[in-house]
């Protein structure tokens, strides 16, 4: 089992849809995540980090996490064609210098 | 953006040469990492450091060796390049291991190597 899975995709949503995206952890020790987007070519760039059970919205991105479950979720509102990218998942034990990351889900947003 | 530069950005060598990657920051954070990307198996942490001079392994470190000899740089050298070490390098640094934020990670722009 990955520590970290992710869908690889390509999940494709129209314009102006909610994408969600999903990302599962194998280590209940695990205490920080995050999701990052990647462009083709390019280096992952932080899109929202959360620690806490719940809801965290930054903007038209939420981040969900469930820790009794282990998993946490990226929702995109109103998705435009410019946030089709690979989305990462990662997930950080404090104290461990180990960030283990997801291979990525690949987002279409359909105009 | 977090000022984190990379060089060289691309490069292609023969097998059996030695490399070295450089990654600097200006951000001053304590800890540095360089990971590697491949198709189908994501990131992968190769070395970091927790500090000038510490350094660890990370999960592929095999063929790899790190040093840090000033906060702001961060070395990556392959000893004798092989084809299996074509990839794309990325460094990434963060202020901290704890929670609260500190411990985000961000990146370079990555380098691109090849390895004939």
């Known amino acids: 089992q990955k520590e970290v899975e992710q869908n690889s995709g390509p999940l494709s949503v129209p314009e102006g849809a909610i994408a969600s995206l999903n990302c599962t952890y194998s280590d209940r020790g695990s205490q920080s995540f995050f999701w990052y987007r990647q462009y083709s070519g390019k280096s992952p760039e932080l899109i929202m980090f959360?620690?806490?059970?719940g809801d965290k919205e930054d903007g038209r991105f939420t981040a969900q996490l469930n820790k009794a479950s282990q998993y946490v979720s990226l929702l995109i509102r109103d998705s435009q064609p410019s946030d089709s990218a690979t989305y990462l998942c990662?997930?950080?034990?404090?104290?461990?210098?180990?960030?283990?990351f997801g291979t990525g889900t690949r987002l279409k947003v359909l105009a | 953006d977090a000022g984190i530069t990379q060089s060289p950005r691309h490069k292609v060598t023969e097998t059996g040469t030695p490399v070295t990657l450089r990654c600097h920051q200006t951000?001053?954070?304590?800890?540095m990492y360089w990971y590697r990307q491949d198709p189908g198996h994501g990131l992968r942490l190769i070395h970091y450091?927790?500090?000038?001079?510490?350094?660890d392994k990370g999960e592929v470190s095999d063929g790899y060796s790190v040093s840090r000899s000033k906060t702001e740089d961060f070395l990556l050298t392959l000893e004798s390049a092989t084809s299996s070490q074509t990839s794309v390098y990325f460094c990434a640094i963060s202020e901290s291991a704890g929670t609260g934020g500190t411990d985000t990670q961000y990146f370079g722009p990555g380098t691109r190597l090849t390895v004939l």
């Open positions: 990662a997930v950080f034990t404090s104290g461990t210098y180990k960030y283990i």
């Open positions: 450091s927790y500090g000038v001079k510490d350094t």
């Open positions: 959360i620690y806490s059970n």
């Open positions: 951000e001053n954070h304590r800890y």
